[in-house]
DNA sequence: AAAAATAACTAACAATTGTTAGTTTTGTAC
DNA sequence: GTACAAAACTAACAATTGTTAGTTATTTTT
């Protein structure tokens, strides 16, 4: 029996997640967390060695995932709409595989501390590679000529934000998702 | 001298909007507030009740401004793609009026205690209403019968987020923004 | 200029915070 | 069943929290 189960400091971190969700790092205690696992306080400190230890293994885990993923997207050779599919795609599984840590990442990177400056490089990274599939986009006349800047912020802050959106079905069809959201962000919504 | 100049009180809530934006609602201590005005933290009390209050106020203004809005845009008589225009240019004018509440209204309306019970009435008024706009735009085949949860999640998604990025655009042309933005979200972007 | 109101201050409070030290319980290996 | 490690516990710490009381300084009104 290796690990079908979660090891103690897994079961730790996934609560903590959810907790930071629902009110936010700050306002969650290391006292409501072990209660959440069902231990005092203190006994957490035999699995982990800080409250920052915890969100950061919760958001950079989740960042190196989209940044590795999106370079994966950007060096293949298909056109910007079916990258920009694939980008989707990407943010709908990871998010599905762990909504509350991109809730995390979404609302607490900035306690991140010690290891801001890190996820701020992956933040960037992300946001390069992005910019340059639309852009590319644009220059082959596959995307319409709009600004890019507000294109690109209205895009990423949907998909940024199905964390939000996507735990509330409980009974969700992935596949289905994708396209759905992708005619809407790609094609609009006016007959 | 009426007030073309705030009040001390309003001094304080909208400084505390700008450090909860940076931090969220429960990493900003009064004493960081008091620093920030440029008082002690005791004499904060002479302006203000509580720190619960200051989110309240700061909260349920704006909270209260969106849903008077939508109304008045609802009972409008044209067609669903003019009452979206309009709703896309109410949530510009008001981010751009108040950029640090609507973090506050986005990030920390968990907190508000008291007056968290009001505050979600207001928001489900403010989607029922939306929700409405889009359902009579699809039956009236204005707009494409794509799935409407995931249309409204995307748009609204997108406005409910403008404040991070208005603020950062020094000379917003408003009118232009309005345009290209409903643009982006009604006609899509692929050529 | 005196009086009154406003707004700042210092000092302190009780509660809560993340974390540590030291101890006891629990589970596993021999 | 004894030994060892893992993981729980109790108790406490120093720091920080929102807030109050009481006092002094500043501004406004008379």
Same mark, same amino acid.
């Given at each position: 029996m290796r690990s079908n189960t979660l090891s103690r400091k897994e079961q730790i971190c996934v609560k903590a997640a959810q907790l930071f969700k629902e009110k936010g790092y700050s306002a969650v205690t290391m006292r409501d967390l072990a209660a959440a696992v069902g231990i &005092? $306080? $203190?006994? *957490?400190y035999n699995h982990i060695t800080s409250k920052q230890q915890i969100l950061s293994e919760i958001i950079l885990d989740i960042a190196q995932q989209f940044t590795d993923g999106i370079e994966t997207i950007a060096t293949q050779e298909t056109d910007a709409i079916s990258k920009l599919k694939a980008v989707v795609s990407q943010h709908i599984t990871l998010t599905a595989d762990n909504p509350y840590g991109m809730a995390a990442l979404n609302n =607490?990177?900035?306690? *991140?501390?010690? &290891?801001l400056e890190y996820y701020l490089k992956l933040r960037s990274a992300y946001e390069k590679q992005f910019k340059t599939i639309v852009l590319e986009g644009q220059e082959l006349g596959? *995307? &319409? =000529?709009?600004?890019s800047e507000i294109l690109l912020f209205s895009i990423l802050t949907t998909l940024r934000n199905l964390y939000l959106w996507i735990?509330? &079905? $409980? =009974? *969700?069809e992935k596949d289905k998702l994708i396209e759905e959201l992708s005619e809407i962000l790609l094609q609009g919504i006016v007959k």
């Amino acid at each position: 029996m290796r690990s079908n189960t979660l090891s103690r400091k897994e079961q730790i971190c996934v609560k903590a997640a959810q907790l930071f969700k629902e009110k936010g790092y700050s306002a969650v205690t290391m006292r409501d967390l072990a209660a959440a696992v069902g231990i &005092k $306080a $203190a006994s *957490l400190y035999n699995h982990i060695t800080s409250k920052q230890q915890i969100l950061s293994e919760i958001i950079l885990d989740i960042a190196q995932q989209f940044t590795d993923g999106i370079e994966t997207i950007a060096t293949q050779e298909t056109d910007a709409i079916s990258k920009l599919k694939a980008v989707v795609s990407q943010h709908i599984t990871l998010t599905a595989d762990n909504p509350y840590g991109m809730a995390a990442l979404n609302n =607490d990177w900035m306690h *991140l501390e010690g &290891k801001l400056e890190y996820y701020l490089k992956l933040r960037s990274a992300y946001e390069k590679q992005f910019k340059t599939i639309v852009l590319e986009g644009q220059e082959l006349g596959e *995307l &319409k =000529d709009v600004n890019s800047e507000i294109l690109l912020f209205s895009i990423l802050t949907t998909l940024r934000n199905l964390y939000l959106w996507i735990p509330k &079905k $409980a =009974d *969700l069809e992935k596949d289905k998702l994708i396209e759905e959201l992708s005619e809407i962000l790609l094609q609009g919504i006016v007959k």
